[in-house]
């Protein structure tokens, strides 16, 4: 079965300073994507960024970047340069690439930026 | 270019009783997903709509339904009302239903159950 794992309940980053938030999936399948959402207190789900598993690239979208280990089955996502903006609920997510169509979401790191 | 619309915002319900949430997806999206997220915890898949029909569906009971229409927005009802249903009743809208990506959430409609 897949699963998400997001072991850091909650997070705590100084104004301009960069922030890892941890994730790790459990698949036997081969072809898979992994995506991160940003959800603030309006409730909203807002996509951050996507890796699929054959890219060989570590995906980028700004200050968001993804640090993939396919071999640890890890998918942290670095967020450089912290805004008071940031400060959110962040859920990994995972989905197969076949005619299962749902994602399949973590528990959620909240993220507090200190000024 | 609009987002995905969801209405009611907030609902208060009592158990046993029977609800509608109302999803209206992002301009040319075809393909509309309905999650829950209980406090404190990830979205869960309920159901997913691909051209009015259901093409997908998460480990929910049958009083979860749902429909489709033309326009391609969407209305989750859920029958007998628990408790347990109180949460966050997520939306999300894309084209195709195999797009490994590209999914639009709308704010959710919050419903407690009393």
């Known amino acids: 079965a897949q699963k998400i794992t997001q072991t850091q309940p909650g997070m705590f980053v100084q104004e301009k300073e960069a922030v890892t938030l941890d994730c790790t999936y459990d698949?036997?399948?081969?072809?898979?994507?992994l995506f991160w959402y940003k959800q603030p207190s309006s409730g909203e789900m807002i996509f951050l960024i996507y890796?699929?598993?054959?890219?060989?690239q570590n995906a980028t979208e700004g200050r968001y970047s993804l640090n993939f280990q396919k071999a640890r089955k890890s998918a942290n996502l670095v967020i450089s340069a912290s805004q008071l903006g940031d400060s959110a609920m962040y859920f990994c997510a995972m989905r197969r690439m076949d005619s299962s169509y749902k994602l399949i979401f973590g528990s959620g790191t909240r993220l507090l930026v200190r000024p | 270019e609009t987002g995905v619309t969801q209405s009611p915002t907030h609902l208060i319900k009592t158990r046993g009783q029977q609800v509608t949430l109302r999803c209206s997806s992002q301009s040319g999206h075809n393909t509309v997903s309905w999650y829950q997220q209980a406090l404190g915890q990830g979205p869960q898949f309920i159901f997913q709509?691909?051209?009015?029909?259901?093409?997908g569906r998460g480990n929910f009971p049958p009083r979860f339904s749902g429909l489709q229409f033309p326009n391609y927005s969407s209305e989750l009802n859920v029958n007998a009302l628990e408790l347990d249903d109180s949460a966050l009743y997520l939306c999300?809208?894309?084209?195709?239903?195999?797009?490994?990506?590209?999914?639009?959430f709308g704010s959710g409609t919050r419903l407690t159950v009393v």
């Open positions: 999300a809208s894309s084209l195709g239903r195999d797009r490994g990506y590209g999914y639009t």
């Open positions: 890796q699929g598993s054959y890219d060989e």
């Open positions: 709509y691909y051209r009015e029909e259901e093409n």
């Open positions: 698949t036997s399948d081969q072809s898979y994507g």
